[in-house]
């Protein structure tokens, strides 16, 4: 199972995840302007799904013979189904932080527990939608 690790698809997997991850974060920062952190990180998973979708069909997945409404559905349920690790681990990361002393303006220590969640499901979301969402029928 680690071989899959080794590989250009998996490197194309992590410049499209970082790619995602940082267009989701930067969304949360927007909606944190008029939205408690909670709400904004759940919210801003959203514009994380669908940009991840899209670039992993089209740079990481592009051979899957499985229809795209079929990869959609997958993906979203996969991504649904990981929003609870991420957000909890978000939520964790900024308590952990706060409880280390580290005194930084409460933006940063948002963004700092946000991109460290958004890392937590890494490894294995590309197993399952290598296999899953984008395998073949």
Excluded: C
């Excluded at 799904?49 to 013979?65: G, K, Q, W």
Aim: no cysteine; proline share 4%; glycine share 4%.
């Amino acid at each position: 199972m680690i071989k899959h690790f080794f590989t250009t698809q998996f490197l194309r997997f992590l410049i499209v995840g970082i790619t995602a991850a940082a267009l989701h974060w930067l969304a949360r920062y927007w909606l944190n302007i008029w939205l408690s952190f909670p709400i904004a990180v759940a919210l801003a998973y959203s514009v994380g799904i669908t940009i991840a979708f899209e670039l992993n069909r089209r740079f990481v997945f592009p051979i899957s013979t499985r229809p795209i409404i079929k990869q959609a559905r997958d993906f979203i349920l996969i991504n649904a189904a990981f929003f609870p690790i991420v957000w909890l681990a978000a939520m964790g990361f900024k308590s952990l932080l706060h409880n280390f002393g580290i005194n930084l303006y409460v933006a940063y220590i948002d963004g700092i527990a946000h991109a460290l969640a958004l890392a937590v499901p890494m490894f294995i979301t590309f197993l399952i939608y290598k296999f899953i969402a984008f395998g073949n029928q």
